[in-house]
C-alpha cells in the first residue's frame, strides 16, 4: 500500500530534502522532536524492519552510511538514530525510515 513517504518519493507531496541519491532521500521530519530531526528512506518501498531481506544488506548499509553523513552535514556531535518497528514501537508510516535526532540533550530510556 501506499504510504505519505511513496507520495515524498514521487513528488507528489513536497519535502524538505536534507540528501537525495539513486538508493535514498533525506529530509526534514515535518514535526521535530528536537532541534535537528531528519528522515532518511530507501526509495525501495520495504514497510518496516520485520521486512528485510538478505538481499537487502547492502542498501541498510548504505542508509546508515549516509545518516552518518547526513548528520555530520547537519553539524551534530551527538545524535539519536532511531528506527521504530511496528506500531507499540512507535511505528506510524510503514515505509523503513532512519530518524536522525540531534541538537539538544536527549534522555534516556524513550518513553
Ligand atoms: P514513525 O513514527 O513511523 O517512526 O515516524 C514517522 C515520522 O514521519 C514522524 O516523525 C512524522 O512526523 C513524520 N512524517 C509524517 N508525515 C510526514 C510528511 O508528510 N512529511 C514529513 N517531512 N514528515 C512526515
Given at each position: ?94 515505509h523503513?525510515?532512519i ?13
Open positions: 500500500m501506499a504510504t505519505i513517504f511513496d507520495k515524498i518519493l514521487s513528488g507528489e507531496i513536497p519535502c524538505e530534502e536534507v540528501f537525495s541519491d539513486e538508493k535514498c532521500l533525506a529530509f526534514k521530519d515535518i514535526t521535530p522532536q528536537a532541534p535537528t530531526h531528519i528522515l532518511i528512506i530507501p526509495r525501495k518501498p520495504i514497510p518496516s524492519l520485520k521486512d528485510i531481506k538478505k538481499e537487502d544488506q547492502e542498501l541498510l548499509g548504505h542508509l546508515l552510511l549516509k545518516s552518518t553523513e547526513v548528520a555530520n552535514a547537519a553539524g551534530l556531535e551527538n545524535w539519536r538514530t532511531v528506527i521504530n518497528t511496528g506500531e507499540e514501537a512507535g511505528q506510524t508510516v510503514f523503513l525510515h530518524h536522525i535526532i540531534g541538537g539538544r540533550k536527549l534522555n534516556w530510556p524513550p518513553g
